[in-house]
């Protein structure tokens, strides 16, 4: 069976939804086999974040700094991070994450509706039909 080379996945919270398109990586495959989950929204600065219940090791080609809209896996805490903004720890408007996460791929629309989630907020992730 052949693997796709990009998944696509979508995250809904309560005042909105995004989709995004991951890359074929060991961590977005383990990603994809506990899909769809529902979750507890965490923000940090203009990042959100959620637990995920997938354990994964920390890939070779884990960043700390990213683009807006990107989608990383934090393994240090088993969660998505998806950075819109500045964090706490940026310096200037880079989006620097808490440590260097694995990136699975992009937000597909304008990363700044994450603004709208807010801290507790539930969110669901589920796969997108092919």
Partial sequence: ????TSLQIRISWPSGHLTASL???PTTQAL????????TARTWGKEVYFDT??????????KEVVEPGTVAFWTDGAALALPYGATPISRG????L???CNVLG???GDPGLLATVRDGDPVRVELLDA
């Fill in 1 to 4: 069976m052949q693997t796709p």
């Fill in 23 to 25: 890359d074929d990586t």
């Fill in 32 to 39: 994809a086999k506990a899909l769809p989950f529902v979750s």
């Fill in 53 to 62: 219940g997938v354990s994964v090791s920390r890939e070779t080609g884990a």
């Fill in 93 to 96: 408007d880079e989006c620097r």
């Fill in 98 to 100: 808490a440590s260097p």
């Fill in 106 to 108: 992009r937000l597909d």
